[in-house]
């Protein structure tokens, strides 16, 4: 599986947006890319996913690089309940298993 | 709709014992996958199902892991005996199989404590 990295913990100020960057350097062109975050206590959630094109949806987007080596899941307006690990997974078939990082913490300061 | 539902949320247990999780998928998915988590880490799968048959589980510790997925449907993840090693978050997701690309859905977990 093609591995990803990711910074280990960032922080922002709620209200602001907030840029959470993923690398992944030896992505394959069939290797869609997937974002889940945990919350405290919870188990993780989808968040969005990609292929090519930008994506949007109701909780972020998603900005992939021209060549795919890199991505970027933009919160527009981070809020207290967006502070969460944020975990940047490629998958290349639809029932395949999440290879899950150590992924990024997020803290939000009010 | 109701999400994967787990139970119990917390178990203590002392070393030796045995212990099970279970696990209700999503209405009509026909994927149910197992997760350990341990502390600070991301989740590791243990085990996948496609309906009622094991399809992934390589890293199931099988000397004292078990589990099994009657009709498709809920499913059950025992350890005998339980290890101090074993004491994680144990999670369930589901997904609904098709060709292309979709998301898991997971429950809240177990907490597993071992004494």
């Known amino acids: 599986d093609a591995k990803t990295t990711q910074p280990n913990s960032m922080e922002s100020n709620e209200e602001e947006p907030v840029h959470l960057p993923c690398n992944h350097s030896t992505i394959s062109g069939t290797d869609y890319i997937h974002w889940y975050r945990q919350l405290p206590s919870q188990g993780p959630e989808y968040v969005i996913h990609g292929l090519t094109s930008n994506v949007n949806n109701r909780m972020a987007s998603l900005a992939i690089a021209e060549d795919r080596k890199s991505s970027t899941l933009i919160l527009h307006r981070a809020t207290l309940r967006d502070a969460a690990v944020y975990y940047c997974i490629l998958l290349n078939s639809g029932n395949t298993p999440l290879v899950f990082g150590k992924g990024t913490r997020l803290s939000v300061i009010a | 709709e109701a999400g994967v539902v787990q139970s119990p949320r917390y178990k203590i247990i002392e070393k030796k014992q045995p212990v099970a999780f279970w696990c209700n998928p999503i209405?009509?998915?026909?994927?149910l996958y197992w997760y350990r988590q341990n502390l600070g880490q991301g989740p590791e799968l243990l085990i996948r199902y496609e309906n009622e048959e094991a399809v992934d589980d390589s890293q199931l510790p099988k000397d004292r892991f078990s589990a099994e997925r009657l009709k498709g449907v809920d499913s059950t993840l025992k350890i005998q005996p339980a290890e101090l090693g074993d004491s994680a978050v144990y999670l369930c997701?589901?997904?609904?199989?098709?060709?292309?690309?979709?998301?898991?859905?997971f429950g809240p977990g177990t907490r597993l404590t071992v004494l």
């Open positions: 997701a589901s997904s609904f199989t098709t060709v292309r690309v979709f998301s898991q859905f």
């Open positions: 209405s009509g998915h026909n994927t």
